[in-house]
T-cell receptor, first 113, second 109 residues
Framework: NAGVMQNPRHLVRRRGQEARLRCSPM?????VYWYRQLPEEGLKFMVY????????ESGMPKERFSAEFPKEGPSILRIQQVVRGDSAAYFC???????????FGQGTRLTVV | GIQVEQSPPDLILQEGANSTLRCNFS?????LQWFHQNPWGQLINLFY???GTKQNGRLSATTVATERYSLLYISSSQTTDSGVYFC???????????FGTGTRLTIIP
């Protein structure tokens, strides 16, 4: 059973470009979460999704950030018009049901130059 | 929202030593996990332990939910134990995990 798969592992974008981060949850997991880790800090919740629904986006910045988890395919975290402050590690997690153990992917390290 | 505090923030030990890491949280929880973030940045699940005691090899964990704390014990430390240990909690009606700021463990050969 493959773990949570994220790609790309590393992404470099120039200021103003778009970044697309992908996450395939573990098989049988329908709950997906995105977290952001700034350098030397803990992980901060961004958004929680189930198939085709955003359940909680209280941690998402109001502008430029969006997330989706379509019926088919991976979950996507999209950052438009990236700025230097978006440089961080973005982790995706999945769980099989509510209030169960969450498993994390290896993260995507975004660098904005 | 729920607050999570971890102590100590940094810990430097000789190989073979034992250690105890603590996680305090400010509200009732129905989810508590311990993770190890290795030097390559990968998050590794250690324990899912909203209550009770679990052991896995040299590692064990105890959560006393009524007193709002959890402890992670590492015995006979090895250099591969180095990294940052995070505690993360979730409470009722709130599916997200709130992470503590971590304990950075350095094991010296």
């Amino acid at each position: 059973n493959a773990g949570v798969m994220q790609n790309p592992r590393h992404l470099v974008r120039r200021r103003g470009q778009e970044a697309r981060l992908r996450c395939s949850p573990m098989k049988g997991h329908s709950h997906v979460y995105w977290y952001r880790q700034l350098p030397e800090e803990g992980l901060k919740f961004m958004v929680y999704l189930q198939k085709e629904n955003i359940i909680d986006e209280s941690g998402m910045p109001k502008e430029r950030f969006s997330a989706e988890f379509p019926k088919e395919g991976p979950s996507i975290l999209r950052i438009q018009q990236v700025v230097r402050g978006d440089s961080a590690a973005y982790f995706c997690a999945s769980s099989p049901a509510l209030n169960t153990e969450a498993f994390f992917g290896q993260g995507t390290r975004l660098t904005v130059v | 929202g729920i607050q999570v505090e971890q102590s100590p923030p940094d810990l430097i030990l000789q190989e073979g030593a034992n250690s105890t890491l603590r996680c305090n949280f400010s509200d009732s929880v129905n989810n508590l996990q311990w993770f190890h973030q290795n030097p390559w940045g990968q998050l590794i699940n250690l324990f899912y332990i909203p209550s009770g005691t679990k052991q896995n090899g040299r590692l064990s964990a105890t959560t006393v939910a009524t007193e709002r704390y959890s402890l992670l014990y590492i015995s006979s430390s090895q250099t591969t134990d180095s990294g940052v240990y995070f505690c993360a909690v979730g409470n009722f009606g709130n599916e997200k995990l709130t992470f503590g700021t971590g304990t950075r463990l350095t094991i010296i050969p």
